[in-house]
């Protein structure tokens, strides 16, 4: 049968979320516990996530033998056997023609950062700047909705055919003493989330302006290449 997952994990103790030679991934401790079981599957991520990206709501589904029809007990069990850095969430049984990845409709990230230093207790979770102009972002972050090429907005190297996307909504706001970037878009390219975060980052140092990031989106000028770091990065949510 197939079943749908959702879970969370600690992306800084991960390679990322998908099977790669040679480094210990999310997926490998996924499959490692299903063999535990004696179950031999593959496993259809919503998305990939990289090194030091987080997530709270990730999907994934595989195809799981019909006696493992208890989701409750399974979930208990597969927590067990996991490492505490990765947490199944809700187990749930799909039709036989779903898939985490082609059929998810939106995908929602969020991108912490704090105005307090941090320490070596959650400085792999969110990201540290020293001062914010609140209302400024505000303003810039909204300039990546609509459907752009976002050309100047992915790793290079990871050359797409097609590097159109459309951002549904932004958003940018404070919940007590965390600011959050939000993005819900179809998909992204490469570190795009990271490279726009970014840009948003040096308008907030006065380093760049709108005006740089509505030329940039427009191709008309690629100003800026500095990705931010991996570790404020959150998987959010999955719509289908």
């Not at 990322?16 to 259809?44: A, C, H, M, W, Y």
């Not at 919503?46 to 990206?53: E, M, P, Q, Y």
């Not at 033998?65 to 049984?93: T, V």
């Not at 795009?192 to 005006?211: D, E, H």
Request: proline residues 2%; aromatic residues 16%; glycine residues 4%.
């Amino acid at each position: 049968m197939n079943l749908k997952f959702i879970c969370s994990y600690d992306g800084s103790v991960y390679f990322g979320s998908q099977k790669q030679p040679n480094q210990n991934t999310v997926e490998d401790e996924l499959l490692r516990v299903f063999k535990t079981f004696g179950i031999d599957t593959k496993i259809i991520f919503s998305g990939r996530t990289d090194k030091d990206v987080h997530a709270t709501k990730q999907v994934f589904n595989c195809q799981i033998p019909e006696h493992f029809n208890d989701f409750f007990k399974l979930k208990d069990i597969l927590n067990r056997r996991l490492p505490i850095s990765i947490k199944i969430l809700k187990i749930s049984k799909v039709n036989d023609d779903f898939h985490s990845r082609f059929g998810a409709k939106r995908r929602v990230y969020r991108y912490l950062i704090t105005t307090k230093p941090t320490n070596p207790f959650n400085s792999k979770y969110i990201t540290y700047v020293k001062y914010i102009d609140e209302e400024l972002l505000k303003d810039a972050i909204k300039e990546f909705i609509g459907v752009y090429d976002f050309k100047y907005f992915h790793k290079t190297g990871s050359e797409k055919e097609n590097t159109k996307r459309e951002i549904f909504d932004t958003n940018f706001y404070k919940y007590k003493d965390i600011y959050v970037f939000k993005f819900t878009a179809n998909s992204y390219l490469r570190s795009q989330i990271r490279l726009m975060v970014g840009f948003l980052l040096a308008i907030n140092g006065k380093k760049l302006t709108i005006q740089d990031l509505k030329e940039q989106l427009n191709l008309k000028k690629h100003i800026f290449k500095t990705p931010a770091i991996a570790n404020g990065l959150y998987l959010a949510q999955i719509k289908y």
